[in-house]
Nanobody, 114 residues
Framework: VQLQASGGGSVQPGGSLRLSCVAS????????MAWYRQAPGKQREQVAV???????NYASSVVGRFTISRGNSKNTVYLNMNNLKPEDTAVFYC?????????WGQGTQVTVSS
């Protein structure tokens, strides 16, 4: 299984970005798909996760600003990020899991700066 993430970039505070990730190489639907981020000097943290049934969970720091969703192809996941703040600056990673096997995509840089 390979995960391909895209959509990062640089925006000003208050701006928006949409990240996309496609998991290819599996005929099975991933049980969970998630976004993590890692800022310089900090540990990687989970930002948002969505189950195959559509249940979602968010880090408290992004509630009300970020929305995770899955595409019609259930192995596609999106992260809509609104009202971005400088503290959201990080490398964002796509993650997918089927039972006890986890897969990671390459990171995509998100920079929020004026």
């Amino acid at each position: 299984v390979q995960l391909q993430a895209s959509g990062g970039g640089s925006v000003q505070p208050g701006g928006s970005l949409r990240l996309s990730c496609v998991a290819s190489g599996s005929v099975f639907i991933m049980n969970y798909m998630a976004w993590y981020r890692q800022a310089p000097g900090k540990q990687r943290e989970q930002v948002a996760v969505i189950s195959s049934g559509g249940n979602t969970n968010y880090a408290s720091s992004v509630v009300g600003r970020f929305t995770i969703s899955r595409g019609n192809s259930k192995n596609t996941v999106y992260l809509n990020m609104n009202n971005l703040k400088p503290e959201d600056t990080a490398v964002f990673y796509c993650n997918a899991a089927r039972f006890d096997i986890a897969y990671w995509g390459q990171g995509t840089q998100v920079t929020v700066s004026s």
